[in-house]
């Protein structure tokens, strides 16, 4: 059952990540005269989700393929669970930081 709800929940990231790239491309054809400042924010959270997208694909493919049946490989941390976690906390700060606050 554990390893079912992996991959469901990769198969959810890989359509959210499908849909952020026509939202990435969109805006790119949308509006081609924003700031330059904009759009590197824009591709830097777009490659942000890219990695994050790939690292946990990594680690599913590792549970699931690679290391199937052997549950001592779940007490160790890999690399792509690190990356993973790194560019998702990475891609919610730029948000927050460009994110105007609106006092309550």
């Known amino acids: 059952p554990s390893l079912g709800a992996l991959l469901i929940g990769l198969f959810v990231s890989c359509c959210l990540f499908g849909v952020s790239t026509v939202q990435t491309y969109k805006y790119y054809t949308r509006f081609p005269d924003d700031r330059a400042r904009l759009k590197i924010m824009v591709t830097v959270i777009w490659f942000c989700e890219l990695g994050h997208y790939i690292c946990i694909s990594d680690t599913v493919y590792n549970l699931a393929v690679t290391h199937f049946g052997d549950p001592s490989v779940l007490l160790k941390i890999s690399l792509s669970t ?9 891609r919610c700060a730029v948000i927050l930081h460009r994110t105007p606050s609106h006092p309550q």
């Open 82 to 90: 690190i990356i993973a976690v790194f560019c998702g906390v990475y």
